[in-house]
Structures are given as structure tokens and as C-alpha cells.
């Protein structure tokens, strides 16, 4: 079986617990009642690569559109790939089906952006945590699913006696945690975490983030952690992907992103990350884009960002910038060297220089 390349900045002494290769997924534009026909595609997914190791926690970013949420539900089998590859420990999960996918899936789970819709309303919160036990009973013997659903409460940080009320009876915060919870039951070695803190107010965020990190230390757990917000991805990710309009166009460790940002679209996202310091603020050069996304039914021709970057040449229009390490730093090394997709990458400092050291 074909392995992929491994990326730049990646520890690859040890075997990737996940691969993705030259993911894709279109939806078909049809028009006609009794004689469809299908007259173009949305791409929502077009061409992502990526790893994630062992207790590792890879961050995605991006505006909303760009297809971050469709990657998480593809990651866990609730979207099929229109192309391309999801390896897990080596093997493609997209060829599976019945109990081979079934089993994958124990391992490979998933928490919602939405506390309030993701979690049955006419369901207990003992049923909503107990039911992958359903689904695979070998988990947990029946006798025993009462005193394993409590202790997941607990390990959530929530009232183990409180396991017979309904979600309408938590908070936004607690229902979230009953999601991780319900995530954490077949103990997965993956979490797709799917802007699970973009509904909750800024100091609940803080708490859930808090959480998420303690489970990883305790369980070995491996994160795939999709946002918006940069700040929330800069405090939890190992490794971060910036994505626009279907494809990831920037990806290193959180010190070479944050820090030392050569593709354009990713140095205009940090410009518009809010500085508490007004002195740094009026230091810090903001980057205003001009213009509106496209639309990934109608992706622009090469460069598809090209439309609203300031950098944009004829070679843009022409030629498919390739996620690769730029040729102006791949001789000197040091935390400008990780791959960018674009022609005329540059570093450009656009943050404050205390961003720019590694979280700890």
C-alpha cells in the first residue's frame, strides 16, 4: 500500500496514526425535473493533505465556507469522499464497510459545534453517554454501562448523580461536556473536534479548552481540532492547517504559523487577531482584504486565492501554487521554512513578538 510523504515539521520516527491524501469532496450541481443533469460542482473539499501523530493535536483554521466542518464529517464516515485517501494506522477507512468500518469508527470519534442540537432532548444524559455502548456492546458489559457512564460524567468534570436528567436542564458548557463525554466512551484514540467551543461564551471557552488538553494528557488522546477563532487553535494545537476555499494553503507548528507567516492569506487572518496592548496595536500593520471569496462552485483558475491578494502575477492565473516549502527559505531552514502555497512567499511579522514563542 502507497504511504504518503511525510510533511515538513512532523516527527517522523514513529508510524502516523492518521493519513489524509488528496481528499476530495463535490457535491453535483443538477438542474431539470424529470431528466437531471448535472451542470457543474461545488467543491467544498478539493485536495487536502495532511498527518496526525500520537497524542498529537493538529489544528484547522479557516474562514467559514473554506471546508473545514465537511473534512471532520468525512474524518468519521458521515460524509463519503467524492476522491482521495483516510488512512488510519495505515489502512484506507474510505474502502470499508459493515464490521471493518464499524470497527474503525470505535476508534475514531467526533464532537460537535452545537451543544444545543447535538444532544437528543427526549434522551437522558445517562442514555445520550451510554448509547455508543449500544451500538458496541463488546465496550461494556450491560451490568456495568450504569457505573462507566457515571464515571465519564465525572471525568468531565459533571455531577456523576445527575446522569437521569435531560439536556434542557444544563448549560451550554455542561452539554458540551456531556458531548465530550459521549466522545470519550469507546475510548478513541482520535477526537475530531468540530468548533466545539464556537457556541459558548469566551469564559466557558476557556474551560472546555482547558478540558479538552487535560483529556489529551490523561487518555493519550489524538486531536483534530477545527476553529475559527486563532487564538482558541493557537492555545491547543501542536501543528496547525490554514485552509481557503477547499484546500490548505499554510501549514507548521503553532510557532511557524502565528509567528512567521509566509502565505498572504494567512498574514491577513493574524492581522485581524483583537490585541489587548494598544501600543502593539498601532505598531502592528493591518491587512485588508479586498473583495469576497469565491464561490467553490466557480473556484478561480490557478492560485485561488489570487482574486484577493495583493501579491497576484500572470504566474498566479496560470499556475497552481504547490503546499511545499518556499524556494527563498529552503536553504536556510529556521521557522520561515514550512510549507506554503503561494508563488511569492514571503515572511511577514503581523503579530505581536510574544505570539510568536511556542505555547508550552
Not at 126 to 133: K, L, N, S
Request: contains cysteine.
Amino acid at each position: 500500500m502507497a504511504t504518503m510523504a511525510p510533511v515538513p515539521g512532523t516527527d517522523t520516527t514513529t508510524e502516523p496514526l492518521l493519513e489524509v491524501e488528496g481528499l476530495v469532496k463535490h457535491y453535483p450541481l443538477t438542474q431539470g425535473i424529470l431528466f437531471r443533469k448535472q451542470t457543474g460542482a461545488v467543491k467544498a473539499v478539493d485536495g487536502v493533505d495532511f498527518v496526525l501523530g500520537r497524542g498529537e493535536t493538529l489544528g484547522i483554521v479557516g474562514e467559514s465556507g473554506c471546508g473545514k466542518s465537511t473534512v471532520a464529517r468525512m474524518l468519521v464516515n458521515l460524509e463519503r469522499p467524492t476522491a482521495g485517501a483516510i488512512r488510519y494506522k495505515g489502512e484506507d477507512v474510505t474502502r470499508l464497510s459493515g464490521r471493518a468500518l464499524k470497527a474503525v469508527r470505535r476508534n475514531i470519534q467526533m464532537v460537535f459545534q452545537d451543544p444545543y442540537t447535538s444532544l437528543n432532548p427526549r434522551m437522558t444524559v445517562g442514555d445520550i453517554v451510554g448509547e455508543p455502548f449500544d451500538i458496541h456492546p463488546e465496550a461494556a458489559p450491560r451490568g456495568d454501562r450504569r457505573r462507566r457512564v457515571q464515571g465519564l460524567l465525572e471525568v468531565v468534570g459533571l455531577n456523576p448523580e445527575h446522569l437521569n436528567r435531560y439536556p434542557h436542564q444544563f448549560s451550554g458548557g455542561q452539554r458540551q461536556r456531556i458531548g465530550i463525554a459521549r466522545g470519550l466512551a469507546l475510548r478513541p484514540e482520535i477526537i475530531v473536534a468540530d468548533e466545539p467551543v464556537s457556541a459558548l461564551d469566551v469564559s466557558v471557552q476557556a474551560q472546555v479548552v482547558n478540558l479538552l488538553e487535560r483529556l489529551q494528557d490523561e487518555f493519550g488522546l489524538a486531536y483534530v481540532f477545527i476553529a475559527h477563532d486563532l487564538s482558541v487553535v493557537r492555545h491547543i494545537s501542536d501543528r496547525v492547517g490554514v485552509m481557503y476555499l477547499g484546500r490548505i494553503v499554510e501549514t507548521g507548528t503553532d510557532a511557524q504559523i502565528y509567528g512567521h507567516p509566509t502565505h498572504p492569506y494567512t498574514q491577513a487572518l493574524l492581522s485581524a487577531v483583537p490585541v489587548p496592548d494598544p501600543a502593539a496595536r498601532d505598531r502592528r500593520e493591518r491587512i485588508i482584504l479586498t473583495g469576497d471569496v469565491p464561490s467553490p462552485a466557480d473556484i478561480p483558475s490557478g492560485c485561488r486565492f489570487r482574486t484577493r491578494c495583493w501579491k497576484a502575477r500572470q504566474r498566479c492565473v496560470d499556475e497552481v501554487p504547490l503546499l511545499a516549502v518556499p524556494e527563498a527559505f529552503r536553504g536556510e531552514g529556521g521557522p520561515a521554512a514550512h510549507p506554503s502555497a503561494c508563488h511569492f512567499a514571503e515572511e511577514k511579522r503581523v503579530v505581536p513578538a510574544d505570539a510568536a514563542e511556542a505555547r508550552p
